[in-house]
């Protein structure tokens, strides 16, 4: 009885694996099985039975058999790519960006998702073409934004279209719009302002980027209020961009002052390499004579010719997050129920002692 | 007569849109053609007569209709994704990649492609288990490499399997196997030892990566070579694992000799900070007293505080070739016909001066 079958499956074996390789209706009729229990080895392996699951699977396995994902696609509407815009190159700024990325594509990853990297045009389309695009052609399930910017319109533009996404970095406006996970800026530069007073500084300066930059108001903030609570004076507040040849002249009319600051709490690593210039310009030691901070812990803050003291943004468990901020939302979409709540996640910064404060 | 053709086409194009938005189905409908005639549109518009044509994409713009990116796949058995995996995050090292994977990302969406990221798995199963999977699932077309190694295993592999690639790095071993594009490290040395012999050093060291490491053997040549044909005296040559307090030890050695060199050319910016940082703990001025040169030119290497001389890799043209290259294998695999031969590219760095050789 078993030995008629037998051959009846091989010969069905024969024919179904050699013209085009293995596929669901070969490994099921090699089985004796449904072609939906062998797709259910994948998509529910509990609603298979204990003793046909492992006749299954080795099935699978002799056959080398391994579902085609665009047909999974098909089947569950989905993609399993999340969609992220890779910032335009750095030379210099953006240092946490390549961590951040491998960090998403690895949580990605462990929960059955890939992400594919997309890029805006630089052709005058406007950013939202290459996200409509995507969504368009179905190609990703949800995005993973960055860079975000004070004004961001992405985050309204993708609710109002029911676009599931999650951003590192939040709207300053109408912050309430969508998930995300950010970095507070504002406990940073208290914990440097906080870390100076220790040393003995009284009197501070703050080199940040111009009014209307969230994350610079943020980080100001910070410096401000902290300065205020431990009765510290302000020589001077200066907002201007984020370059390090702009640090170096802010830096420079800072230690002109009749009466200059101790210590210089700049919004970023580049105005602080700057600040480090300036120093150097006049023969001063940064950390000996003036004490310099930083904020991202770029790779040149560790150099040693540079050992700036800096805060360090958890990079990992920021990428970690805006993956669950995704993936719950996708899950959830698909159960068809309503949407959580979204959820918007502060994570503190940690402050890097280096020679720049300490020497 | 074309009143009730009309009336007919618009309550098929009622009932067709409303219910899923729009598809394939509701569009062929509502302009009376086959569903073919409509998937040629986007696959293979010079069949479709110029007419249909106009009216078949008015049609689309109407109803917004986009291709499924799945449906796609599953009918032409690609993907239209290229797997790159994700190096570990570098902090220091590494300093090219985020340039060369938004090159890659731009190059790949202007020949209809993107990027699809992925991790090498840490938990010791092996490289190429992440490979296969993404073979075995049929989620990319092809593969970009890059952190080739002198005895990259992965070349040999995806050639014995078919599976087309391309590498952005050689390997020394067996450099035949697979397209490549790589940036020629020999010509890189030998025009910073050019440069150094205009500036009138006689006596010159270098400071390498371990022997059998394919690149810095390739950078080394390149120095020994010029230095050989200029008759320079080589005082020593060093090598040793690439980070900046083994370059910062080395270099203090090379200093130590009786008859010390007046140049230290270096296989990486990495090993030349740490002869920068050498100078400095001995009073010395990076390009006064001694030149030191790097390579890569990473952020780092343009700080007002280091102005290290170094050489830049072509990273936005290696990006784009890499890219053509495996893009021209998959259009090749698609018409059946042989493909081309493999094909290797070496790119020329480019020196750029700064303080460190000519303060």
Known sequence: MTGGFERSTNSLRDRAVRPNGPTLTSVAEACGVSRQTVSNIFNAPHKVQHETRA??????????YRPNRSARSLRTHRSHLLGYCVPPPPRGGNAVMDGFLHAVTDAAERRGYHVLLFTQPL?????????????????????ILSDTTTGDGRQAWLSKRNVPFAAFGRRFVEPEIGSWVDVDGAAGTASAVAHLATLGHRRLAFIGWPIGSGVGDDRCRGFVEATAAASLEVAGIERAEDRIDVGRSLAARLLSLTDPPTAIVCVSDLLALGCDAALRDRGLTPGRDIAVTGFDDSPAAGLPAVGLTT??????????????LLVDRLADTRTGTAGPADEQILLEPTLVVRTSTTR
């Open 311 to 324: 805060l360090r943004q958890p990079i990992d468990r920021a990428g970690e997050h805006v993956v669950r």
């Open 123 to 143: 052709d005058g389309t406007g950013p939202r073409s290459a996200y409509e695009a995507l969504i368009g052609h179905r190609a990703v399930d949800g995005f």
């Open 55 to 64: 006749r299954v699977e080795a099935e699978i396995a002799r056959q080398g």
